[in-house]
């Protein structure tokens, strides 16, 4: 079955650049979409956007200018960058893949999770 | 961005129980609504999507219903696994954005 797991720094400062790597296993990469979304006490849940597996992005306009999604089918990972993080970023960061509909249509429907990444922004 | 609010944002149930919560959108979302569970230190777990489809895996005892702006996620026979939070989430527009999350509890 397939799994997604998250790997990156758990404690940061503030000014810094988060780099989170999701790791895919037990199925393809290609023909979905796959997100980054992240969830705090104080916000909810977020989603901060996501990637085709031949490359195109959609970011939250809240935090574009900070965030890039990156690809690498080849290794059956993506990955966030954000950039210049303060303490609103401390969160559990998921990546997730989202279901397709019709001819390869975003859905947003998310169907598979990784089990989240601990991140603090801390001085 | 489209708001999603659900209420109530918490309620008392008793296993057996028949639960109704309910989401909102800001705008016209027509069915791209989705419905997800999480349990306490454990990512969410897609439930519904597009409004009334059931994931694979899911219990027959959950389903959605609606369209538009008004959306409701029905537990027919509350289990003593269910309890937990519930969020709706749409994504006809981005940014995606889901609603603040409904608490059953006993």
């Known amino acids: 079955q397939v799994q997604l797991q998250e790997s990156g720094p758990g404690l940061m400062k503030p000014s810094e650049t988060l780099s989170l790597t999701c790791t895919v296993s037990?199925?393809?990469?290609?023909?979905?979409?796959w997100s980054w979304i992240r969830q705090s006490p104080g916000k909810g849940l977020e989603w901060i956007g996501y990637?085709?597996?031949?490359?195109?992005?959609?970011?939250n306009p809240s935090l574009k200018g900070r965030v890039t999604i990156s690809v690498d089918s080849s290794r059956k990972q993506f990955s966030l960058e954000l950039n210049s993080v303060t303490a609103a970023d401390t969160a559990v960061y998921y990546c997730a893949r989202s279901r397709v509909f019709g001819s390869g249509s975003y859905s947003g429907a998310f169907d598979i999770w990784g089990r989240g990444a601990m991140v603090t922004v801390s001085s | 961005d489209i708001q999603m609010t659900q209420s109530p944002s918490s309620l008392s149930a008793s296993v057996g129980d028949r639960v109704t919560i309910t989401c909102r959108a800001s705008?016209?979302?027509?069915?791209?609504l989705h419905w997800y569970q999480q349990k306490p230190g454990q990512a969410p777990k897609l439930l519904i999507y597009f409004a009334s489809d059931l994931q694979s895996g899911v219990p027959s005892r959950f389903s959605g219903s609606g369209s538009g702006t008004v959306f409701t996620l029905l537990i027919s026979s509350l289990h003593p696994d269910d309890f937990a939070t519930y969020f709706c989430?749409?994504?006809?527009?981005?940014?995606?954005?889901f609603g603040g999350g409904t608490t059953v509890q006993l």
């Open positions: 989430q749409q994504s006809i527009d981005s940014p995606n954005t």
């Open positions: 705008q016209n979302i027509d069915n791209f």
């Open positions: 990637i085709y597996y031949l490359g195109t992005t959609n970011y």
């Open positions: 037990g199925g393809p990469i290609g023909s979905y979409y």
